[in-house]
C-alpha cells in the first residue's frame, strides 16, 4: 500500500512540474507581449487601470516626458479595448497560465495528500516532503490572495518558484517514507511546521512584490526601458502597500512559529530557547521582518529600501531551509539526507 | 503628528532643518536620548542584532555543541584563540551581542515610555476639533439630505457610536464665538485606541520576555544524570553527572526526591527496510519518590516530560551498560558494576571504557567495544547493524598500570589516557582482545583474574531541569503576539460627518476620513458610512 501511494505522489509531483512548466512559460509569454504591445494596449492589459492612469498623471505632472495627451489616449484606449475584448479577465496568455497554474497545484496538492496517506502522517517529516508541501502552500497561498486582489503578474514568480523547489527537491533530497523518530512525535510538528510554510507564503509573494516594486521604481525613474510590462503593472507605491499587508501576515505567522518552536524544543529538548543553528536562523529572520516592519515607518526608509529588506528576509528564509538544514549541524536536523 | 513619536518616524512631521543651538551637557545627554530613541537607531540595532547572531550559527557554540567547540579548538588552535578572544564561542553571552540587543531594548524603553504616556492622554482626550476642509482629506466623498442639521447630526452619532467610534460634536461657529457654543453640525470621531495599545503592549512583552530570561532564568538550574535500568538517584548536587545553576541558584533550592529507573523499552523499526533499526519509541519506566509521599509509578518519553515538583526531567539519551564483573585469582569479586557505553552510531556501536583501580595486584583499565547486533566485515573487524541487542558482543583491551585516579585530579569517567599504561590484552600485547558474549567469562592475562560480561542493561540520560521564568516566558511571548495582531489589525482612524446649508435650505453632508497609521480599507470604511448614513436619513431625491 506505501509503496503504491508513494508511486501515485510521484507521478503527481511530475505531473505538476510538467504543468507549472506549461505555465510558467505561458506567464511568460504574457508578461513579454505586454512588453512588446503599445502604450494602449498595455493599458487594456491592466486590471488596475485606475491605478495606472493615477501613476502617469503623477508622472506627468512631475516630469514632462510623459504629456497629459497621452495619458488621454491610453484611457480611451483602455475602455475601447476592454469594450472590444469583452473581457475585464485580462489577456488571453494569462487567463490559460492561471487555468494552467491551478491545474498544476490540484495535482501538487494530490501529490502531498499521497504522500501524507503512504506515511501515515502529516507529510513534512523530512526535506524532501517539507518541500513538496511547503511550495504546495506557497502556491495556495498565491491562488488565495487572487480573491483579495489581482497579483496574477507574481505567476511568473510563483510557478518558477514552484518548479524549482520541486525539480530540486525530487532529485537531490527525496527520500523514502520512513517513520517518525520519537523527537518529531508530537502535534507540534503539525503545528509549527504548518505556520512556518504559511508563513513562508506570504514572505514569497511579499519578496515578488516587492521585486516588482523595485524594478516599477527603477522605471519611474527613467530606468528599465525594455521593461514596457511594468506599465500593466500596479504603480510601486500600490506594490509596496500590498506586499506590505502580504509580508505582515508573513511576520504574525513567523512570530507564532517561532513561539510554538519554543514550547515544542522545551517539550522536546529540555529547553524551549537554546540557540541551535535553526533557532539562530529564525530569530534572524523575525529579526530582518521587524526590521523590515520598522523600515516601513521610518522616514527615508519607505520605498525601496524597506523592499530589500523584505527580499534579504525572504533570501534568508530560503537560506535557512537548504543551506542551514544541509551543511549546519543542529538539533533541527531531520533533512532524512 | 504624533509628538510621542521618534521625529523620524513616518507619522511625525518632517523637521525642516533645524538650527541646534550651542548645547550644554544635558542638551548633549538629550541629543543622544534623541537620537538612540529615534526610529532610524531602533532599525539599525535590530538589523545589526540580525547580522551578530549569524556568527553563532557558524561557529559550534559552548551552550548548544560543546563537543563541536573542543573539536574545533584541537582542529584549529590559532583560529579559536582568535575567536576565543572575539567570545564567538559565546557568541549570545557576549559582550557585544549583549551590547547590541541591551541597546535596542534601552531604545525600545525610550520609545515606549513616552508613547505610553500619550497614548494614556489620548485615550481619556475627546476627539478633535472637526477641520475646517474636509475635502482634502481621505475618502471625501458627499451626500444630499433636506433633514435638519440637527437630525442629521444625531443620527451620523449614532451610526459611527454603533460602529465603535468615540465621537464629539463640535459647532463651526464656536471658533467665532468664544465662550457660546453654536449648535452643533459636526460630528468629530475616532476608533482604533487598540491598535496603538496593541502595539504598546507588543514592545512591553519583548522588555518583559527579556526580563523573565534573564532575571527568572538565574534562579533556575539543570543538571544531568545517568541511570541504568534497576538503578536510582535522588536529587543532590552530589548526584548530578553535570550540573549548571543559574546566576541566583542556591543548592538549597533543589527538591528532595528520587527517581529509580525500572526500565527501559526501545522500540525499533524491523519492516521498512529503508528505516531499519530506526527508533520508533523510547519509554522510560520509573519510580519516583518525593518527601513524604508513597512511590508512584510515572513514565518518561521524548516529547512527554515528567513534571516533579516544579522540576521537569527530560529523556536526551541512552544508550547500554555493561556490567563486567572482575574478579581476582581466587574468584572473589572485585568490581561488579555497568558502565555507561557512549554510542557511536545508529546501531549503537558503543565504546566502553572501565577502570577497575582496586582489589587486583595492579590497576587495570579496560577500553572496548559493544556491539549489540555483532557482524564481522570482511576484513575481521567487527560491526553492529542494528541497535538491539539480537548478538551482543563485548570487546575489550586490557591496560595496567597507574590509572590516574588517586592524585585528586578530576578525570572525566568515559576517556582513558592509555600513555602511561601498558597494554597486556589487544592488539599490541601477546594477548588478543578480549571479546565476551553475555555470561562468558575470560581469564585476564598475567594470571591478574577474570572478567566477565554479567549482563547487558540500558541507561538513559536524563536532563532535570527547574525554569521559573519559564511560564512568565510564555506569558510575555503571548502577550507579544496578542498585541502584534491588535497592532497590525484594528485600524486606527478618525471620520468626520460634517453638514453644511445649501441656499435651498438642504444640507450637503461632508464626510471624510483620517488614517492613522497603516490603514488600506480607509477610503471603503468612509463611503460605507456615508452610505450607511444617507440611508438612515429621510430620503430626498435628487434632481
Known amino acids: 500500500m506505501t509503496e503504491m501511494f508513494v508511486s501515485y505522489s510521484l507521478v503527481a509531483v511530475y505531473s505538476a512540474m510538467g504543468v507549472y512548466t506549461l505555465a510558467f512559460v505561458l506567464f511568460a509569454v504574457d508578461l513579454a507581449r505586454r512588453s512588446a504591445a503599445s502604450p494602449a494596449d498595455r493599458l487594456a492589459a491592466t486590471t488596475e487601470g485606475r491605478v495606472a492612469v493615477s501613476a502617469t498623471l503623477n508622472a506627468a505632472s512631475s516630469g514632462a516626458s510623459r504629456g497629459t495627451t497621452s495619458v488621454l489616449e491610453r484611457e480611451t484606449g483602455r475602455e475601447s479595448d476592454a469594450a472590444a475584448s469583452g473581457s475585464k479577465k485580462g489577456p488571453r496568455y494569462l487567463r490559460a497560465a492561471m487555468a494552467l497554474i491551478v491545474l498544476a497545484w490540484v495535482l501538487h496538492v494530490a501529490a502531498v495528500i499521497f504522500r501524507g496517506v503512504a506515511a501515515g502522517r502529516v507529510p513534512w517529516a523530512n526535506m524532501f516532503e517539507f518541500a513538496l508541501t511547503a511550495t504546495a502552500i506557497i502556491v495556495g497561498v498565491f491562488l488565495a490572495t487572487q480573491f483579495w486582489q489581482d497579483l496574477r503578474f507574481l505567476g511568473v514568480f510563483i510557478s518558477g518558484f514552484a518548479l524549482v523547489a520541486l525539480g530540486v527537491s525530487t532529485t537531490n533530497f527525496y527520500v523514502d517514507v520512513v517513520p517518525l523518530p520519537p523527537a518529531l512525535q508530537s502535534v507540534w510538528l503539525i503545528i509549527h511546521v504548518f505556520v512556518a510554510t504559511l508563513g513562508t507564503g506570504f514572505f514569497a509573494l511579499g519578496a515578488g512584490l516587492s521585486v516588482a516594486q523595485l524594478l516599477q521604481a527603477r522605471r519611474d525613474a527613467g530606468g528599465l526601458k525594455r521593461l514596457g510590462f511594468l506599465d500593466t503593472l500596479p504603480s510601486a507605491e500600490k506594490l509596496e502597500n500590498s506586499a506590505y499587508r502580504l509580508t505582515v501576515i508573513g511576520f504574525v505567522f513567523w512570530t507564532f512559529t517561532l513561539i510554538a518552536g519554543a514550547i515544542w524544543a522545551e517539550r522536546a529538548w529540555g529547553r524551549y530557547w537554546g540557540w541551535d543553528t535553526k533557532e539562530v536562523w529564525t530569530f534572524i529572520i523575525w529579526t530582518l521582518f521587524a526590521g523590515y516592519i520598522h523600515a516601513r515607518a521610518t522616514r527615508g526608509w519607505r520605498g525601496s529600501r524597506s523592499a530589500w529588506l523584505a527580499i534579504i528576509g525572504f533570501s534568508a528564509v530560503i537560506f535557512n531551509f537548504t543551506i542551514v538544514n544541509l551543511f549546519f549541524k543542529g538539533l533541527h536536523s531531520y533533512s532524512g539526507l | ?543
Not at chain 2, 200 to 209: D, S
Not at chain 2, 460 to 485: C, E, I, R
Not at chain 2, 518 to 525: F, V
Open chain 2, 1 to 543: 503628528m504624533d509628538s510621542s513619536r521618534p521625529s523620524d518616524h513616518i507619522d511625525s512631521a518632517d523637521p525642516q532643518a533645524i538650527v541646534q543651538p550651542t548645547l550644554g551637557v544635558v542638551g548633549y545627554l538629550r541629543f543622544f536620548w534623541r537620537q538612540l530613541t529615534s526610529m532610524r537607531t531602533a532599525l539599525f540595532l535590530l538589523l545589526l542584532l540580525a547580522v551578530a547572531a549569524i556568527p553563532g550559527s557558524l561557529v559550534p557554540q559552548v551552550s548548544s555543541d560543546p563537543n563541536g567547540v573542543i573539536q574545533y579548538r584541537r582542529n584549529s588552535p590559532d583560529v579559536a584563540a582568535v575567536l576565543d578572544a572575539l567570545q564567538v564561542f559565546t557568541t549570545y553571552t557576549s559582550v557585544w551581542f549583549s551590547a547590541i540587543y541591551l541597546l535596542l531594548f534601552v531604545s525600545l524603553i525610550g520609545c515606549v515610555i513616552p508613547r505610553a504616556k500619550h497614548h494614556f492622554d489620548a485615550l481619556r482626550a475627546r476627539p478633535p476639533r472637526t477641520p475646517a476642509k474636509l475635502s482634502r482629506l481621505d475618502g471625501f466623498t458627499t451626500r444630499e439630505s433636506s433633514a435638519d442639521t440637527a437630525v442629521i447630526v444625531d443620527s451620523a452619532e449614532l451610526l459611527l457610536r454603533r460602529e465603535g467610534y468615540r465621537t464629539e460634536r463640535y459647532s463651526s461657529t464656536d471658533r467665532a464665538a468664544a465662550g457660546a457654543r453654536g449648535e452643533p453640525d459636526s460630528v468629530s470621531a475616532e476608533r482604533g485606541y487598540a491598535r496603538e495599545t496593541g502595539n504598546l503592549v507588543f514592545h512591553t512583552a519583548l522588555i518583559g520576555v527579556l526580563v523573565a530570561v534573564g532575571i527568572g532564568g538565574g534562579f533556575g538550574y539543570s543538571g544531568q544524570r545517568v541511570i541504568v535500568e534497576g538503578e536510582a538517584f535522588s536529587n543532590n548536587l552530589a548526584n548530578y553527572d553535570s550540573f549548571n545553576p543559574g546566576r541566583f541558584f542556591e543548592s538549597s533550592a533543589l527538591e528532595p526526591y528520587s527517581i529509580a529507573l525500572d526500565s527501559f523499552e526501545v522500540v525499533y523499526e524491523q519492516g521498512n527496510l529503508s528505516a531499519l533499526g530506526l527508533a520508533l519509541d523510547f519509554t522510560a519506566a520509573v519510580t519516583t519518590t518525593t518527601q513524604g509521599a508513597q512511590p508512584q509509578a510515572a513514565q518518561i518519553k521524548v516529547n512527554e516530560p515528567l513534571s516533579i515538583g516544579q522540576m521537569q526531567v527530560y529523556l536526551l539519551g541512552n544508550g547500554y551498560a555493561p556490567v563486567v564483573t572482575v574478579r581476582d585469582p581466587d574468584g572473589t569479586v572485585v568490581f561488579s558494576q555497568p558502565t555507561a557505553c557512549l554510542p557511536q552510531d545508529g546501531n549503537l556501536t558503543s565504546i566502553c571504557i572501565i577502570k577497575v583501580p582496586d582489589g587486583l595486584d595492579e590497576q587495570i583499565g579496560m577500553r572496548g567495544f559493544l556491539y549489540p547486533t555483532t557482524v564481522a566485515l570482511a576484513t575481521g573487524a567487527l560491526t553492529s547493524n542494528f541497535p538491539d541487542l539480537l548478538n551482543p558482543t563485548l570487546t575489550l583491551e586490557v591496560y595496567t598500570g597507574d590509572l590516574g585516579l588517586d592524585n585528586g585530579t578530576a578525570t572525566s569517567a568515559y576517556v582513558i589516557n592509555t600513555d602511561s599504561l601498558t597494554q597486556i590484552a589487544g592488539r599490541e600485547a601477546d594477548a588478543a582482545t578480549i571479546a565476551l558474549t553475555p555470561g562468558d567469562s575470560i581469564e585476564l592475562p598475567n594470571g591478574l583474574g577474570s572478567v566477565e560480561l554479567t549482563a547487558i542493561p540500558r541507561f538513559v540520560s536524563l536532563d532535570v531541569h527547574h525554569d521559573p521564568s519559564q511560564l512568565w516566558v510564555l506569558v510575555f511571548s503571548v502577550l507579544v503576539v496578542a498585541g502584534l495582531l491588535t497592532s497590525l489589525y484594528i485600524p486606527r482612524r478618525r471620520v468626520w460627518v460634517k453638514v453644511a446649508a445649501n441656499a435651498d435650505g438642504t444640507h450637503t453632508i461632508e464626510y471624510a476620513g483620517l488614517a492613522r497609521g497603516e490603514d488600506p480599507g480607509l477610503d471603503a470604511a468612509v463611503v460605507a458610512i456615508a452610505e450607511k448614513h444617507s440611508q438612515a436619513l429621510p430620503i430626498r431625491l435628487q434632481s
